[in-house]
Every structure is written in C-alpha cells, then in structure tokens.
C-alpha cells in the first residue's frame, strides 16, 4: 500500500482552483489559502505559507495604503515570505540571496528584507509593495516555484490517465459513440444503460464525451427527455457540454456560422449540468462570452440555476458568479438586436431588415467590438 500524505485541499479540483486564481483573484485565493492553514497548520507546504505572507501584505497595502500599521504589516511580510521560502533550503549552507535567487527572487528583494530584519530601514511603501509583489510573482511562477511544479505534476498525472487507455479502448469508446448517434430509437435505452456501465470508470467519460462532440452533426435535431436522460446515466453532462461548447468556439474562430442545432444542445443539457465547480464554470462562462450573440441570453439564464443548484460551490463563489452573470447579461441585452454581428467573423447580416455591404457591417460594428468584448472580459476577470 502507499504511503497516503494529507493535504489541507478537499480534491485536485480544489487546487487547481486556488491555482487559476493567483493572478486574477488574489482576495479570494488568500482567504482559501487561510482555510487550509486552519486545516491543517504546521502541515502546510512551506510555499503556500509564503504566498500567505506575501498576499496578506499586498492585501493589507490595498486597502489600507496610508494606514501607519500598513509599514510594519508589509514589511513583517516580506521578513517571512522570504525567510520561510529559503529556510527549506538553508542545509545546502547557501546565503540567503543565493537560495532566494533560485526560485527567482531578485537580489534587490532580498537585500532590503535583511535590511528590514537586522536593522533599521527607510524604505517607502511603494517600495515594499514591489519587493511583495516580486516575492508573489517568483513563488507562483518560476518555473522552480512550487505552484508551478505541483500544476505541472497535475497535468502529469491527468496525461498519465488518458495514456492509461489503450489502443483498443479509445477505439471501443469511438465505436460506441458512433453507436449511439446512429442507434434507431427503439434501441436507444437499452444502448445507454450499455454505455452507463462501460463509462461507471471515470477515465473513459472524457473520451467518450468527446466523440461525441465531434459527432454531433449526427445527433437529432430534436433534444428529446430520452437522450438527456441517457447522458444523466452516463454522468457526462457537464463534460458533454464543455466539449460541445469547444466545438461551438472553434466554428466561431473558424469563421463560420455557429450551428443552431449545437446551440440547441448546449442549451438543453446545461439544465442537466448538476454540481459543477468553478474551474468548470469560468471554462463555460469565457467561450460563452468569445461568441456573442443573441442567443447567448438563454446560456445565461441557464447558467444562473446550474450555479444556485451547485452543492460543489461555495455560497462565497455562487455570490460571484452570479454576479458576474448579471453584469455580462446588461452587456448582452445592451447590443442592439437590430445589429447581430459576429465579433470574430465576416459575414452578411441584414441590418433594420436590410441587406448591406460586408464592410458596412464592420463600420457599423465598430463601436460594438471594442464595447461588448473588452467590457465582458474585463467584467469576468474582476
């Protein structure tokens, strides 16, 4: 049996939350990083003890920058970030600003925490923010940083289970999902309760719902109670529908007219979507809002209850996700639905009813380019 190492993260899905986090979220990374030092005190990775120490005096620099306690709070911040981080390393014997140098923090850095630390110091405030500042960038990524390694060990892992199938496995969920976008509707029940068993592994689901994304021009038009309930069997409605929305991207990005009957898809299974996290739920929310157009008001709808029903969401998280999905959904209903244009590609439109040159379409969409994406994107990254 192995040896078993506890962690202070519920799963990997968790991790790699905080992970995506680090450079977009930094409150919301810092107060999940305090709760698994609750978890588990002492036990913490030396590294995340770091980021603790680093991000409590960026934080503390935020919001209370003129504060007179703000001085000590950032400057007994970077004593620690730097001092716990290297301390792993001190048995090599090393000075100090070697060893930091190592995982990339610079040597100015490290000169003013031994300043701070050994003696008196006159240093302002703009210039502990950027020393923490250049303490947080080298611990989350530098390549010899921790958070960098562990996501990379992550993605190891997640490689490793994919290669785990064999050739004739990966050809067997190919052959199965061929037999089920072709199956007459008489066999159809007795075919997903055939495919529930095979994908009760998890590492099959992934492969399987990807072929069927790929197959989906020969799924019927109609989204019938039957088909979702056989992908409820299946457990593959959430990944069904990432799958699904990829292949919506790509047809966008390619240049051609997204297919209604995707659109109809996604749609329908996103009701089906039970307990997603927020990995999942940035992926949907960031190439719903690639592809803007007036269908995306009823993704958003569908979304808001996928997120109210999520038991895998923090009521923190489902607060900001709704959130964002009320200042997306003014975006969207601030478009003109006499002027439905594509925002990444040329095509003929009809404009008020009538017909217009192609770039006519582009004159007039001038102003809706830059409005509608960059204020989308800079409300989902907030």
């Known amino acids: 049996m192995g040896i078993v190492e506890q962690v202070a993260w519920c799963s990997k899905a968790e991790w790699l939350d905080v992970y995506s986090n680090l450079q977009r979220d930094r409150s919301a990374v810092l107060r999940r990083l305090q709760l698994w030092e609750q978890r588990i005190g002492a036990d913490l990775p030396v590294a995340i003890v770091a980021t603790i120490a680093a991000l409590t005096g960026l934080e503390e620099i935020r919001n209370n920058r003129d504060n007179q306690g703000t001085m000590f709070c950032a400057s007994g911040a970077l004593v620690q ?193 039970k307990d997603v996290d927020s990995n999942w739920m940035k992926t949907v929310l960031e190439i719903i809002c690639e592809s803007l157009d007036e269908s995306s008001g009823g993704f958003i709808k569908a979304l808001e209850k996928v997120v109210e029903s999520s038991s895998r969401l923090e009521q923190r998280e489902k607060t900001f996700f709704l959130k964002k999905l009320i200042e997306i959904k003014r975006v969207f209903n601030a478009m003109s639905s006499q002027q439905k244009i594509s925002l990444f590609s040329k095509r003929r439109t009809v404009v008020s009813k009538e017909e217009i040159k192609e770039e006519d379409i582009w004159k007039t969409a001038e102003h809706l380019l830059p409005d509608t994406k960059e204020r989308v994107y800079k409300q989902l990254c907030q």
């Open 81 to 273: 970030a730097v001092g716990v981080i290297t301390e792993r390393y001190r048995e090599a014997n090393l000075p100090i600003h070697v060893l930091a140098a190592e995982i990339g923090i610079p040597d100015w850095v490290t000169n003013l925490r031994h300043q701070i630390a050994h003696g008196p110091c006159q240093s302002s405030i703009e210039t502990l923010e950027d020393a923490l500042e250049a303490v947080y960038e080298a611990l989350t990524t530098d390549a010899k940083s921790y958070w960098v390694l562990q996501k990379e060990d992550y993605d190891k892992q997640k490689s490793e289970i994919k290669k785990r199938l064999s050739k004739d496995e990966e050809k067997a969920l190919k052959f199965l999902a061929r037999r089920i976008v072709e199956v007459d509707q008489e066999g159809l029940n007795s075919l997903f309760n055939e495919a529930a068993e095979i994908v009760a592994e998890e590492k099959y689901r992934q492969v399987l719902s990807e072929q069927l994304a790929r197959r989906y021009s020969s799924l019927p038009r109609i989204v019938t109670p039957i088909w979702r309930s056989g992908f409820k069997r299946m457990k593959i409605s959430n990944q069904l529908v990432l799958d699904l929305l990829r292949v919506l991207k790509l047809q966008d990005d390619c240049g051609r007219k997204p297919d209604k009957k995707l659109k109809e898809w996604i749609h329908a299974l996103l009701g089906d979507c």
